[in-house]
């Protein structure tokens, strides 16, 4: 009898078919797990033990750097793992995205921004900063000295005038370092925070809002009120309480601060995003391949993972990259108003700070405009590029290749 | 043994404002081989009806009672995960409005091996080629490269037949068609239906086919179920029905096609499905309307000639049938 036939069919595919996806051992999910559990079993160590998990290869993390560990492990696994598994999919979209001026254009800045924050202190060293070299214009520019007392011109001295240097390509500030340094080092810091609470937040609103969205019903209900919730909390109050109180520069670590900004906001920040993706689910979730997958024999988790999740993707994108460039910027105003990094961290607005605080008085901060220039310049570059990225990635992942 | 019987179905849904009562009580039976035909209005539960045989119901889910009986097996208290090897593996299902029916994320390749993947234990190999030969087989041409398109690059024709293969991945022994021809211009239809005719032939499934176009009814079916208002009013041979419409809804839906004399439109609308109306569903627009047709339940079938049936009080021995609804005079 042919049902009889069906049901030791059913029998025999489900148990290994079903609830494994196909294979028998689903293994980046077993890596993301064996990483999670490495990470944790390290910063118990850190915990109770004292002193440095990582000895062995010599190297003390600082404190963001386990955010970083963090966002690291679950980008690989939700983020290059399916890019990599899909490239008939990503070369494609990556080739549109190069193939537009302002994708290549943000694309290029973001990636040459990743790299230098990421791997570039490895292989840049800076010199110290020489307080005789204080004040030196960019290259191309010259500075009007005559009237100066005690200024020291790297550059050629000509009828008063101090000219630029290669060797200083965007000058120097008032300690005599470089305002190429002081960009790169600010790069860095907003490079860490972006990543770190971007992939937190990201992962954390997929999450909620495609399980509230499809889930619906009380399960949405619980999940959209907790937002509700979360989202009267202000999270720059909370932020300067707990960098004050609890995450400050303990022990010498500097980027104490850093590390509890990013952690704050990425644990409370990200309800707006995870409402947006709930909308977006909830009209997909009557969408005719919905059904249509469902008609098929697809479970509920396949059908989240393999059609709800990447159709709420661009959705996704778009709203981490307009989320994370305006968190950059409270960072950079955080550090302008010395709530951030008491201690030199290094970010943008450090760098601006100092710009306007010129205590030797010879000089106006208008005449030492590349200080505030060059740094409000670069954060605007960078904040455009982060924003337009996201923008051009909605469209070049969006399959019809036209935006709408 | 017969393929799918469906008993005394009916289905339910809770709304905020009332229970909607979208099938009443309804039954057809299914033969392998064979083309049954739902036919009403939109909104008189045809959509519904066959969403319950394997409980593919939308959200909110409503509730089903009555049974549903596939190739001897009872679908209706099967678990959601003994369900899932039905849906595809042996019952696949067609849906309106193809565009809307293929993930635009994916290529309509990758979307038929997934459904073939679902439920065999092919590699990924072989499911492909086995995918590019439906694909062949549903009639797109140059298939090995058209795999690789995504569904925006079809025409709605290519597409529905995209959708066509992707029932097909597992070949099921059922196939329900939801109106599959709605969405296509006049042409496509017909090439569409010549398609379902030719795969029916070649591996004898039976197909339900969900259809308010009275003209692909007369193309493609076997035997016809008239619905209204979530009861079934006539249900018979696609010959019996056409020739000899023992229903006044029937009747009416026929005198709306163009062609048959002075177009005629049915006046009212369907009822409030959350109060349906006592006696006959039909009877507020009925033309041939009596006082007892508003009475107590739907009035029983009444036998026509052989199978062909009618639920209308007006073939009982005490009324007097109208010549409309007699012998026909063709």
Known sequence: MPSKRLDDAAFANIDWDEEAGGHSVHWPTVGLLAGLVGLAAAAVHKLRVGGTPFGFIGWEPPRIAWLLLLAGLLGLRYGLYPMVRDRDRTL????????????????????????????????????????????????????????????????????????????????TNRYGGSVVQRLFEGNIVAVKLAVSTAIVMGVVAMVVGTVAGYAGGLTDTVLMSYVDIQQTIPALVIYLVVATLFLG??????????FSLALVFGLLDWGGIARVVRSDVLTRR??????????????????????????????????LTRRIPLLVLIQIALAYLALNSATGGGSLGETLRSSFTDPSGALAWTDLWWLTAIPILFTVVFVLAYSLLGDELRDVLDPKGVSR | MTLLSVEDLSVTFDAETGTVHAVSGIDFTIERGETVCLVGESGSGKTVACESVTQLLPTPPGSIDGTVTFDGEELTSKSERALREYRGGRVGH?????????????????????????????????????????LDRVGIGNADERFHDYPHQFSGGMTQRVVIAIALACDPDLLIADEPT???????????????????????????????????????????????????????????????????????????LPGRGASATIDGSLPDPKAPPTGCRFHPRCPHAVPACERGDSPPFATVDGDHEAACILHEDPYELPATLGETDE
């Open chain 1, 92 to 171: 494609p979209a990556l080739k549109r995205l190069f193939s537009r001026p302002v994708g290549a254009l943000s694309a290029g800045f973001v990636v040459l921004s990743l790299l230098f924050a990421l791997v570039g202190p490895e292989f840049i060293s800076w010199d110290y900063a020489k307080l005789a070299h204080a004040h030196q214009p960019p290259v191309f520019t010259r500075l009007r000295v005559e009237d100066v007392y005690a200024y020291n011109c790297v550059g050629e001295l000509a009828n008063g005038y101090c000219h630029g240097t290669w060797q200083y390509p965007l000058g």
């Open chain 1, 249 to 258: 520069n303990i022990g010498g670590v500097e980027d104490g601060k850093l």
């Open chain 1, 286 to 319: 009557s969408a005719g391949y919905i059904r249509a997958a469902k008609a098929v024999g697809a479970t509920d988790r396949h059908v989240l993972r393999r059609h709800v999740v990447p159709n709420a993707m661009p959705t996704l994108v778009t709203a």
């Open chain 2, 94 to 134: 067609i849906f309106q409005n193809p565009q809307d029916a293929l993930d635009p994320v994916y290529t309509v390749g990758s979307q038929v091996v997934e459904a073939i993947r679902l439920h065999r234990d092919d590699s990924k190999a072989e499911a492909k080629s086995r995918a590019i030969d439906l």
């Open chain 2, 182 to 256: 709605t969405a296509l211009d006049v042409t496509i239809q017909a090439q569409v239906l010549d398609l379902l005719v030719d795969l029916q032939a070649e591996r004898g499934m039976g197909i339900l086919f969900v259809t308010h176009d009275l003209g692909v009814v007369a193309e493609i079916a076997d035997r016809v179920v008239v619905l209204y208002a979530g009861q079934v009013m006539e249900r018979g041979s696609v010959e019996q029905v056409f020739t000899r419409p023992s229903h006044p809804y029937t009747k009416a839906l026929l005198d709306c």
